[in-house]
């Protein structure tokens, strides 16, 4: 069984993923593998736009109805624009993620222990997202990475 971790944008303390990468029961094995896909040129450019009309609105608000900017509004527009100049001038995005992949041995039901591992994600303070069963590339990438030794 595999989920999928969403990374958070500020990262995570040091140990915060400890409950995932523990095993539950002897003969089972956990993989942990981080990815940092890029993202389409397309899609990064339609993200940073989004988020510098999302910036721009909220100044412009915050003049109309005299609300004081508070440190961490502005950083975060700061970072808007920023990120549409960055888009623009051709750096690429990515959007990072982590699988964790359980493996357990034929006497162990597998439902089981794909449950238990979502509830060790969940113990970290992440959410999983299990991935579909369909067969795409990213579901046999990580049957295959979860499967080595």
């Known amino acids: ?75 975060e527009e700061r970072k808007a624009r920023d990120l549409e100049g960055k888009v623009s001038r051709g750096s690429a995005l990515i959007e990072p993620y982590a699988v964790v992949t359980v493996t357990v041995p034929k006497t162990y039901r597998v439902a089981a222990a794909g449950r238990d591992l979502d509830t060790s994600v969940r113990r970290a303070g992440f959410a999983p997202l299990r991935l579909d069963l369909s067969g795409s590339w990213v579901h046999r990438f990580h049957r295959a990475f979860g499967s080595g030794p």
């Open 1 to 75: 069984m595999s989920s999928t971790i969403k990374l958070p944008t500020r990262g995570a303390a040091m140990g915060a993923l400890q409950p995932v990468l523990t095993t539950q029961k002897p003969g089972e094995r956990r993989s942990f593998m981080v990815a940092f896909p890029v993202m389409s040129a397309s899609k990064a450019d339609r993200q940073s736009t989004n988020s510098g009309w999302a910036a721009d609105i909220r100044s412009d608000l915050r003049v109309k109805l005299k609300i004081k900017q508070k440190t961490a509004q502005a950083d």
